[in-house]
């Protein structure tokens, strides 16, 4: 199914940015959607963005939309998460996945996942 590495997490303070990083071997990247979920302590895991085989077609969760931005590198099999005006409530544990299709949804779509990096934002 390929690998699935992040990288990018830590520590931040609550207005501050982060950069997730997510590369990608073992299958043909610029043929499947991308994205990015997280779960934070006690919570089950969500949803927090996708990107489709291209990247001409992204989606959000209402929680993160017009702070975070997903975007992908298909020459550098390579996806990113651009976290701004980050909140405490986006502390979590970040997964990246790699959907089985060229179009990004839910968990049951995905093919792959990484093995998550933590994001703290404090208050």
């Known amino acids: 199914q390929g690998q699935l590495v992040e990288s990018g997490g830590g520590l931040v303070q609550a207005g501050g940015s982060l950069r997730l990083s997510c590369a990608a071997s073992?299958?043909?990247?610029?043929?499947?959607?991308m994205g990015w979920f997280r779960q934070a302590p006690g919570k089950e895991r969500e949803f927090v963005g996708g990107i489709n085989w291209s990247g001409g077609n992204t989606g959000y969760a209402d929680s993160v939309k017009g702070r975070f931005t997903i975007s992908r590198d298909n020459f550098k099999n390579i996806v990113y998460l651009q976290m701004n005006s980050l909140k405490p409530e986006d502390t979590a544990v970040y997964y990246c996945?790699?959907?089985?299709?060229?179009?990004?949804?839910?968990?049951?779509?995905?093919?792959?996942w990484g093995q998550g990096t933590q994001v703290t934002v404090s208050s």
């Open positions: 073992g299958r043909a990247f610029s043929s499947y959607a």
């Open positions: 996945a790699a959907y089985k299709t060229g179009w990004w949804g839910g968990q049951t779509q995905v093919a792959s």
